[in-house]
């Protein structure tokens, strides 16, 4: 499938990726080539297949619902880019 | 010397951790330089550690199975001692603030941590040419690569840099730089081993497994990590046998399945002669060969290369400046400073496979990919139930090539995938596989022999390696150009 730098623009987006020009143009060959490499997998008839997205049988590992003790504020902020009263520091969220 | 050899030299007080240790990194000043299997290293820590140990069993008491032996660990597991940098700028500078499970594990046995190895940045690669701190060299070519995504593990094991290592595997990144290596890599049956404190790829395949000079201390590490883990709710509740007993026993009457789809186009033909080799000495013990199918072989690179990227583009969603790792400068608004970030912070390869999981994951195409993928998943599962039904385990080659020099794929992202061929579908079923030396090319370069096995069979598999092991000598055979 071929892509186009649009498509790999918008992908970009979705992903909080912000591509330079020369990127996107590389990309959208680069992955084009893979997609068109996953056209094969239309060689097979999977109608009545169900999906497999996972190999193991768990499934709901639940715990018991009783508190316990959580990784200590400090610890939590000890890799913080940027730290204020006890909390991440961020530029604005809200426009 | 082996890890289990090493332990039981230091139990018997026959020599020192702390010796051990000292000429450990005398020889890590050396290698190091060429190899650069680490990249990160402490010998402060690991002396004082050893000293612990040696003090402990001075004293009568047992500091544990793995008690002064020098282990490395890949550096995407956590390590509250040690950066945990996935071989990424973006998280360069993390300090994790808890040990992964098997890190507990390795540290609860005494095991001495000697550092963090090499990788291609968040396991994405099958060369550690991906990694943005620059590649590990092949300890028996230093022009030719050593394999990944585990590729420092591998080396600094086959460079006698540590006597142990822990890798992952999602896609082969423990079996194939085994083989690239010409040492021992073990990837344990999805659920086998706790991925609490792995850094996440793709959480269906991941799976954390040894890397040894031989099967022997394959089975020792996985026994000393295998067991359940309340803090993965995909790590099962079963008993962990004992693998290092287990592997001695006599070798059982086998049925070995070799399948056609993986002695075809594209593989080395040195490869493919000791690999027949290999499978040849246990006709000679005894075992039966079947000619099998696994007739979706040829569909499982494609169903990997969407289904990776898909579970990677979520798990990496969390990599955005805002609670650690690299932040962008000057952010003016939040949705910048996550995408410049990521923009800056990520190398070409991850930010191919996050475009490529994104797009396969997004509105329009989800059903054609992402979909289509896991009912193919589905499809080269059961070809695994059925080749189990009538043998006991699946021999074939690990790499379809040797070791290939620096440089060689990384033009093309496809040529790089195609390396994984073998390895693949081991981790798309969630079985186990290993990879054991079987010889050397003309050129002096390790061939791999891979074995595969049901679901939770580690034990008969270690039996069947260890037996091959035990009538060959491949680890004494040579030693890398490197030492």
């Not at chain 1, 918008?10 to 893979?34: F, N, Y």
């Not at chain 2, 590729?151 to 086959?158: E, I, Q």
């Not at chain 2, 609670?323 to 190398?347: K, L, P, Q």
Request: hydrophobic residues 40%; contains cysteine; charged residues 25%.
């Amino acid at each position: 499938m071929a892509l186009t730098k649009k498509d790999v623009e918008w992908v970009a987006h979705l992903s909080r990726l912000e591509l330079p020009d020369a990127t996107l143009e590389k990309m959208a060959e680069q992955l084009g080539e893979v997609l068109d490499y996953f056209d094969k997998l239309n060689e097979l008839d999977t109608g009545d297949v169900s999906a497999m997205s996972h190999p193991g049988a768990l499934k709901n590992v639940f715990r018991e619902d009783e508190p316990r003790d959580s990784l200590p504020r400090d610890a939590a902020l000890g890799n913080a880019p940027d730290r204020a009263d006890g909390c991440f520091r961020v530029p604005r969220v809200i426009e | 010397m082996t890890g289990l050899e090493l332990a039981e030299k230091i139990r018997a007080r026959e020599v020192s951790s702390r010796e051990t240790v000292e000429d450990l990194f005398e020889r890590i000043e050396r290698t190091q330089p060429k190899v650069h299997a680490y990249l990160s290293l402490d010998r402060d820590a690991a002396l004082e550690r050893a000293e612990d140990v040696d003090a402990a069993l001075a004293r009568g008491d047992s500091p544990g199975r793995l008690a002064g032996v020098p282990v490395a660990v890949k550096d995407n597991m956590c390590t509250v001692d040690f950066p945990t940098t996935c071989a990424s700028r973006i998280l360069e500078n993390f300090r994790p603030p808890y040990d992964a499970h098997v890190v507990e594990c390795l540290r609860r046995e005494g095991a001495v941590l000697v550092g963090k190895t090499n990788l291609d940045e968040f396991a994405m690669g099958s060369s550690t040419e991906n990694s943005a701190f620059g590649p590990t060299l092949n300890p028996w070519a230093a022009d030719r690569i050593p394999g990944g995504s585990s590729g420092g593990s591998a080396a600094a094991v086959a460079a006698d840099m540590a006597h142990l290592s822990l890798g992952s595997d999602t896609g082969g990144s423990i079996r194939q730089p085994a083989a690239l290596c010409g040492v021992v890599g073990l990837k344990p049956t999805y659920g086998r081993v706790s991925r609490y404190g792995l850094v996440a790829f793709a959480s269906s395949l991941d799976q954390i497994g040894p890397l040894a000079k031989d099967v022997r201390d394959a089975a020792f590490l996985l026994e000393a990590m295998a067991g359940h883990d309340p803090r993965d709710s995909t790590c099962e509740n079963r008993p962990v046998e004992p693998y290092l007993e287990e592997a001695e026993k006599p070798l059982e009457a086998l049925r070995i399945g070799v399948p056609k789809e993986f002695f075809g186009d594209g593989l080395d033909p040195e490869v493919e002669k000791h690999v027949r080799e290999a499978i040849r000495v246990y006709e000679k013990l005894g075992a039966t060969i079947l000619d099998i199918s696994l007739p979706h072989s040829d569909y499982g690179i494609a169903a990997y290369y969407i289904v990776a990227p898909c579970e990677a583009s979520s798990n990496l969603a969390r990599y955005d400046g805002a609670h650690y790792g690299f932040r962008c400068d000057n952010a003016t608004d939040i949705v910048s400073m996550f995408s410049r970030t990521r923009a800056e912070g990520f190398g070409a390869e991850v930010q191919r496979r996050i475009l490529l999981g994104t797009f396969s994951l997004s509105s329009g195409y989800y059903d054609a990919y992402y979909l289509k993928a896991m009912k193919v998943r589905r499809l080269i599962k059961r070809d695994f139930d059925e080749a189990f039904e009538k043998t006991d385990c699946i021999m074939c080659p690990t790499s379809p090539v040797p070791a290939f020099k620096l440089g060689e794929r990384t033009a093309n992202p496809l040529t790089m995938y195609l390396s994984d061929v073998y390895t693949i579908s081991t981790n798309l079923a969630g079985i186990p596989g290993i990879s054991i030396p079987c010889g050397f090319t003309d050129a002096g370069l390790p061939v791999g022999l891979q074995i595969l096995a049901n679901a939770f069979q580690e034990a008969r598999l270690l039996r069947i390696a260890r037996a091959y092991e035990r009538e060959t000598n491949w680890r004494r055979a040579r030693r890398p150009a490197i030492l």
